[in-house]
């Protein structure tokens, strides 16, 4: 067994997604949604346990093995090639196209292995797991199908292959196209591998048509271009929740315990996943989002926990999986974030910076209304009573509270956002009203926030520390980027926090003692910062470093080992994707200038 690595493949629908490592194996896929069951969680199965909870293809005799997408899609090519020339390529997909006038997402994975030379031999692995992997399914046999009996679902095989083949996972020889659909225990009526064909080209047409629309920037397009569809494929677009990863568990670092379920809508994630979108013009993402939220605040009372479930469900309750080994066998596996539970004050200037464009941009559909004015009014409300008091803060310390210069930004910035609003909406006594709030708010945020024998901002208020959050304020407006304070924090934290190229969040111990890797996205937001401070040639040289670490398909996780540059922490991770675009879009020439 070959050791794990976040060198993965991503492929989904807005449903579910799959994560398939470079040999094609399907490793972690949750099933019928993207927070369910996994029905396959190799990935966490660690070194010593049965290979169960995978999906995959084996080639004997195999000789190499690459892989890419298919250009501009979500569509996943794995070629592999044996020692006698035999050549097998698969394809691996889950459909999504429009069909009936709405976006067609079934719970369904889609593998085509085509033979392209030789006489590959051929061994297929499909084992489901249920209940965390704590067993494998039981499978049934049919005519032209296998039925694997879960817990709270079956899955279902429909295949132009050997049904014994598989389910004994005997050797064949790959004579022809092999077509498979996993998806819901329900029959389908007709040829498996016309049926497939049919949905890889809809599939295909989707993704460019939507990529064709997508204003990108003229350098690092291609990065920029698997950056929004990786963040597409982590949206749920049944409630328009966003997730902040697709897996649990993998430790920010080597046996560090740092170990989260990220399978969740946190509402400041979400903010900078739409910011980051809407920047590309794909405004969609942000109308599911409203809806979201709407959905959110529609029953009193108005407290905005830090983070929901996908279907916007409150109680996250944390539990130990104490089957699964963990991602190298460096558990535990966690099932649900007791982070739900935390004060976290930045929560209700997130939920008002997400949607403030729908008030602004002409081209939406669902436009800001002065209804939703007056739902985020209440937001802001309770902005204004947290703002100074203490909370737990953006990096969520499990073990102690302070007043944080982040979220009191925040919550600044909805005051901010709601005058700006009100003036759009010509409520003038409103607009008065909001910036009377947000120039206090501000005028108390540089002066308790400031050291001024350090010369810098800190993360707490009257506190001496710094984080990598304080680089957003010249992003939200607290500050301008030529401010000297906020040039002089900048280079404090880039003094402070640098490991090797990259960026810590902190250099405090936590709960977990000192961190010893690189947070990706606190990386991004210095490039961004150094580039608003004027010093570009840094900031452009950081970013091509930053783009070297993704993975082999354009991909990051949550986390980087300043020495190594190996990817930990959950993946694939928004924030870095975000930071990506976000860092493309402002580094990039313009295209007048480039042609």
């Known amino acids: 067994m070959t050791t794990p690595s976040l060198d993965l493949g991503l492929t989904g629908n807005c449903q579910v997604a799959s994560l398939i490592d470079r040999h094609g194996t399907h490793v972690w896929t949750c099933m019928p949604r993207l927070d369910g069951d996994p029905a396959f969680c190799e990935l966490l199965a660690g070194s010593g346990a049965a290979r169960g909870g995978r999906w995959a293809i084996e080639l004997l005799d195999q000789a190499s093995c690459t892989q890419v997408y298919e250009r501009n899609t979500a569509i996943l090519e794995t070629t592999m090639t044996d020692t006698q020339g035999g050549v097998v390529a698969v394809t691996d997909f889950c459909p999504r196209l429009r069909q009936y006038e709405r976006n067609y997402r079934?719970?369904?994975?889609?593998?085509?292995?085509?033979?392209?030379?030789?006489?590959?031999?051929?061994?297929m692995i499909l084992a489901p797991s249920d209940d965390y992997g704590a067993r494998l399914r039981a499978s049934i046999a049919g005519s032209h199908h296998i039925r694997y009996v879960g817990r709270d679902h079956d899955l279902r095989l429909t295949t132009n292959s050997s049904i014994a083949a598989i389910q004994e996972r005997r050797v064949f020889v790959l004579e022809d196209t092999l077509a498979c659909i996993l998806g819901p225990d329900e029959t389908i009526g007709e040829s498996v591998p016309l049926l497939c064909q049919?949905?890889?080209?809809?599939?295909?047409?989707?993704?460019?048509?939507?990529?064709?629309?997508?204003?990108?920037?003229?350098?690092?397009?291609?990065?920029?271009?698997?950056?929004?569809?990786?963040?597409?494929?982590?949206?749920?677009?049944?409630?328009?929740?966003?997730?902040?990863?697709?897996?649990?568990?993998?430790?920010?670092?080597p046996?560090?315990?740092?170990?989260?379920?990220?399978?969740?809508?946190?509402?400041?994630?979400?903010?900078?996943?739409?910011?980051?979108?809407?920047?590309?013009?794909?405004?969609?993402?942000?109308?599911?989002?409203?809806?979201?939220?709407?959905?959110?605040?529609?029953?009193?009372?108005?407290?905005?926990?830090?983070?929901?479930?996908?279907?916007?469900?409150?109680?996250?309750?944390?539990?130990?999986?104490?089957?699964?080994?963990?991602?190298?066998?460096?558990?535990?596996?966690?099932?649900?974030?007791?982070?739900?539970a935390q004060l976290q004050h930045d929560v209700y200037g997130a939920a008002i910076l997400a949607v403030t464009q729908c008030f602004f941009d002409e081209r939406l559909v669902r436009r800001g209304t002065?209804?939703?004015?007056?739902?985020?009014?209440?937001?802001?409300?309770?902005?204004?009573?947290?703002?100074?008091?203490?909370?737990?803060?953006?990096?969520?310390?499990?073990?102690?509270?302070?007043?944080?210069?982040?979220?009191?930004?925040?919550?600044?910035?909805?005051?901010?956002?709601?005058?700006?609003?009100?003036?759009?909406?010509?409520l003038g006594e409103r607009s008065h009203y909001w910036r009377g709030h947000a120039r206090r708010m501000a005028g108390q945020l540089r002066e308790a926030a400031w050291c001024a024998d350090l010369h810098t901002f800190t993360s707490t208020f009257h506190g001496r520390g710094v984080d990598a959050s304080l680089l957003l304020l010249a992003e939200l407006g607290v500050v301008?980027?030529?401010?000297?304070?906020y040039?002089?924090?900048?280079?404090?934290?880039?003094?402070?926090?640098?490991?090797?190229?990259?960026?810590?969040?902190?250099?405090?111990?936590?709960?977990?003692?000192?961190?010893?890797?690189?947070?990706s996205v606190c990386t991004f937001w210095y490039?961004?910062?150094?580039?608003?401070?004027?010093?570009?040639?840094?900031?452009?040289?950081?970013?091509?470093?930053?783009?070297?670490?993704?993975?082999?398909?354009?991909?990051?996780?949550?986390d980087l080992a300043p020495d190594s540059g190996e990817m930990w922490g959950n993946f694939p991770q928004t924030y870095s994707m975000v930071g990506i675009i976000n860092c493309a879009m402002r580094l990039s020439r313009s295209w007048e200038d480039a042609l």
């Open 527 to 558: 490039i961004n910062a150094l580039w608003g401070i004027g010093r570009h040639a840094d900031a452009r040289e950081l970013f091509e470093q930053m783009l070297c670490r993704r993975s082999s398909l354009g991909l990051m996780s949550e």
């Open 487 to 519: 040039v002089s924090t900048v280079e404090y934290i880039g003094a402070t926090l640098r490991r090797g190229p990259f960026l810590a969040r902190y250099a405090d111990a936590d709960d977990f003692g000192t961190p010893d890797v690189a947070f």
């Open 255 to 340: 046996n560090s315990g740092r170990n989260w379920d990220y399978r969740f809508c946190w509402i400041r994630d979400t903010y900078f996943t739409v910011q980051a979108l809407n920047r590309l013009g794909a405004t969609r993402t942000m109308e599911g989002y409203l809806r979201f939220i709407q959905n959110l605040t529609a029953t009193p009372p108005l407290r905005l926990q830090p983070c929901y479930s996908i279907d916007g469900g409150l109680d996250l309750q944390e539990s130990i999986v104490p089957h699964l080994p963990g991602y190298r066998d460096m558990g535990p596996v966690r099932v649900g974030n007791a982070a739900y």
């Open 106 to 123: 079934p719970a369904m994975l889609v593998r085509l292995v085509r033979r392209v030379a030789g006489r590959p031999r051929l061994r």
């Open 198 to 253: 049919r949905l890889l080209d809809a599939t295909r047409d989707y993704w460019t048509d939507w990529v064709r629309s997508l204003a990108i920037p003229y350098e690092w397009q291609e990065a920029v271009i698997r950056a929004a569809i990786t963040l597409k494929l982590c949206s749920y677009e049944d409630t328009g929740a966003i997730l902040a990863a697709l897996t649990t568990s993998i430790p920010e670092s």
């Open 480 to 485: 301008d980027w030529t401010d000297p304070k």
């Open 370 to 426: 002065e209804e939703l004015f007056t739902t985020l009014e209440s937001l802001g409300e309770q902005a204004v009573a947290v703002f100074g008091h203490e909370d737990a803060g953006i990096w969520e310390f499990r073990g102690r509270t302070g007043v944080h210069t982040f979220s009191a930004a925040v919550s600044w910035a909805a005051a901010d956002r709601l005058a700006r609003i009100a003036a759009r909406l010509g």
